[in-house]
């Protein structure tokens, strides 16, 4: 999906070096805030209904539709349970991440 | 072209003028002309700006800043309770290095509910970053407003345009309204090196270290330090484009006054009919009048104020609890500058009361009545009902 | 410096009036500065204007107390108010009212001067009988006792603000300008 980018930490000397504005240096998309996550959300596809409410909750934007079904992204998510509470189906669980 | 217009509506032209890509506003009185005359200008396509109707004046100020993130020359107008409810979206617009330009009319602050006019609205912001400009005269309205989208834009700082509530807002005034085309001339496009971008994606203002948003800060301040040189150098050039010359401060027989006013606004205009009629009874008077508050002007401060023999720094404000804000700015310009210079200060004004040459003639009584060497700590209030 | 003060009901045009004046004044080179009585306003509501004029440019912002002339576009307020409270003696006080001069005895110290410009209004046909839109026909009429501006000028400044029947303002504020007469309170 994503390419993998090692980030290096940034270290300014003097303040002629900052940016203007305080501003992220790079894109988010290295910034995977899936690391951030206590529990994910794991959706039962037997169950859903494909009515896109997750897709449409996900204030992430960290649940696709491919195909037609719902995928979690799980290197976005932050596991805020939105999806899980607002599933009409009650498919989706939230379950704790093994670290 | 002259055109008779009223305060609100040159804050309208400067609008039009500046070219003005995005405004978002919420209608307050004493400001809902200015807007009235910038959605018909949209609409009759006068103006090619995207006009976003908007629920409150926090959410007119969220618009501009993100219209202005992304590269957008942007303009809004409000007055006392509803820039009172833009504040924490003033320090994003500083903070963002955001260079929104904003009228605002001077409006007292409720309670007592109020559409008169008094300046606590504006300076109780005086914290958060914004340049403040204030206006005496439309004409002076419609120049700056063109002048802060070129000063604001040059120095990645928001502004403020100030006038008074109907003393400056509702009053019809001969404007000499510039040609586009010059305007054009002395306005280029907004390009703003960084903004929002999909061909370089960045997050702006995000969660920021004690490592990092010192420096940052550090950076705004130098920044403002800037101002004033690029105040005066922008209106230069405006001058010599338009004829008219506007900067940090306007003079008016100070080279030799015994009793120095210090004021702002439309009083600072008044101030000038006390001085001729003081003058003419033998009482050497002159008047200071700042025209940009923030950032502060300390030389020009101390250079008009170093001659005079004594000052009266005349405030339609009051920082409660404390003292006049325009006194207490002044005092502190001074301090180490001018020893022995007595500086006192006089409210008036407040809640739109009238402020009137006499108002004047009685502050300059009451200087000079005071011995040179007592210091006069206490506010001098002027025209209070005892 | 000239200083003038009108009188109105709400909805009247009082503002519009002074705009106009205001207009062309400007046009004939002059500063000029116009203002409503600031406050919140309703139709039928006493409605205050004001206007000074001067060759050289206006620095007083203060509202103007004595003004040197006054203008009463409803002569109803003539019972309600005092309408010269503050008018500089010797000054003028313009009525639109059909009467004569002398028969304003509560002015004997101030000149008085009249033009029935609800009846020029109505002839040209300017709002309705119920309410006639007089302010462009006063308007002709300050500008010949008080010479403010030329006669060319107001009719130019009332094309610009009304777009609808403008002639036939323009004939109103011709016939006020020539049937306006002075006198004095106290005499016939």
């Known amino acids: ?99 | 072209m002259k055109k008779v217009i009223m305060g609100n509506h040159a804050l309208s032209w400067g609008a039009q003028l500046g070219r003005a890509q995005v405004i978002a506003a919420y209608p307050i009185t004493p400001q809902t002309q200015v807007v009235e005359l910038l959605s018909e200008m949209c609409a009759s396509q006068a103006l090619n700006a995207k006009f976003i109707k908007v629920e409150s004046e926090h959410s007119a100020m969220a618009a501009c800043l993100g219209a202005s993130l992304a590269g957008a020359r942007t303009f809004t107008a409000t007055s006392s309770q509803g820039l009172a409810l833009m504040h924490e979206l003033l320090h994003w617009a500083s903070g963002g290095r955001l260079p929104v330009v904003m009228g605002n009319i001077n409006r007292a602050m409720a309670p007592g509910w109020s559409i008169w006019t008094d300046q606590n609205d504006s300076l109780s912001q005086r914290d958060t970053g914004w340049m403040q400009y204030y206006c005496a005269s439309n004409q002076e309205v419609l120049d700056t407003t063109i002048q802060a989208f070129k000063v604001s834009e040059a120095l990645a700082i928001p502004s403020m345009v100030i006038l008074d509530a109907f003393a400056l807002s509702h009053t019809y005034e001969v404007v000499d309204i510039p040609d586009q085309d010059k305007v054009d001339k002395y306005l280029p496009p907004f390009r703003p090196k960084l903004r929002l971008s999909s061909d370089d994606p960045h997050a702006f203002g995000g969660l920021t270290s004690p490592e990092h948003y010192y420096e940052l800060r550090y950076k705004l301040q130098k920044d403002m330090e800037r101002a004033p040189a690029l105040i005066e150098e922008t209106g230069r050039e405006y001058e010599k484009m338009f004829g008219r010359r506007l900067g940090l401060a306007e003079d008016y027989q100070c080279s030799d006054a015994e009793i120095l006013f210090i004021t702002s606004a439309t009083a600072g205009y008044t101030a000038r009919v006390a001085v001729d009629a003081l003058r003419a009874e033998g009482i050497k008077a002159g008047n200071l009048r700042l025209r940009v508050f923030r950032p502060f002007p300390f030389d020009k401060v101390r250079e008009v104020a170093r001659r005079a023999g004594r000052v009266a720094v005349v405030d339609r404000n009051l920082s409660w609890g404390c003292h006049g804000i325009f006194y207490q700015e002044v005092k502190s310009a001074l301090y180490g500058h001018t020893d022995g210079l007595p500086v006192t200060g006089y409210v008036a004004g407040l809640g739109g009361r009238d402020i009137t040459p006499e108002t004047f003639k009685e502050i300059a009584r009451d200087a000079l009545s005071r011995k040179k060497n007592e210091p006069a700590e206490e506010i001098v209030w002027i025209g209070v009902k005892r | 410096m000239i200083e003038i003060r009108f009188h109105g009901r709400g909805g009247q045009g009082t503002v519009m009036a002074s705009k106009i004046l205001a207009d062309a004044i400007a046009k004939d080179g002059k500063y000029v500065q116009a203002y409503p009585e600031f406050g919140v306003e309703r139709r039928g509501a006493p409605v205050f204007a004001f206007i000074r004029i001067d060759d050289k440019p206006i620095y007083d912002k203060s509202k103007i107390y004595t003004p040197d002339h006054v203008v009463v576009l409803e002569p109803t307020l003539v019972e309600a108010l005092d309408l010269t409270e503050g008018l500089k003696p010797g000054g003028t006080i313009l009525i639109n009212t059909d009467k004569k001069p002398g028969d304003f005895k509560q002015y004997a110290k101030f000149k008085v001067a009249v033009v029935d410009a609800t009846g020029i209004a109505i002839k040209n046909k300017l709002g309705t009988l119920a309410a006639p839109i007089i302010n462009t026909a006063i308007s002709g009429a300050v500008v010949k006792i008080f010479r403010l501006a030329r006669l060319e000028s107001l009719f130019d400044s009332i094309r610009e603000a009304i777009s609808l029947s403008p002639e036939d303002n323009v004939r109103a504020a011709q016939e006020a300008f020539e049937r306006v007469v002075t006198g004095n309170g106290a005499k016939k």
């Not at chain 1, 995977?32 to 039962?44: E, F, L, Q, S, Y």
């Not at chain 1, 596991?79 to 670290?99: L, N, T, Y």
């Open chain 1, 1 to 99: 999906m994503k390419k993998k980018k090692s980030l290096e930490r940034i270290v300014f000397a003097s303040e002629s070096e900052f940016p203007l504005m305080p501003m992220s240096l790079g894109t988010m998309h290295y910034n995977r805030t899936g690391a951030w996550r206590n529990i994910k959300p794991v959706i039962d596809l037997d169950k859903c209904i494909q009515c896109g409410i997750c897709w449409k909750f996900c204030p992430d934007v960290a649940i696709l539709i491919q195909d037609e079904w719902p995928v979690v992204d799980y290197d976005y998510c932050k596991g805020c349970g939105i999806c899980a509470e607002e599933c009409p189906s009650k498919c989706i669980a939230m379950v704790e991440e093994k670290k």
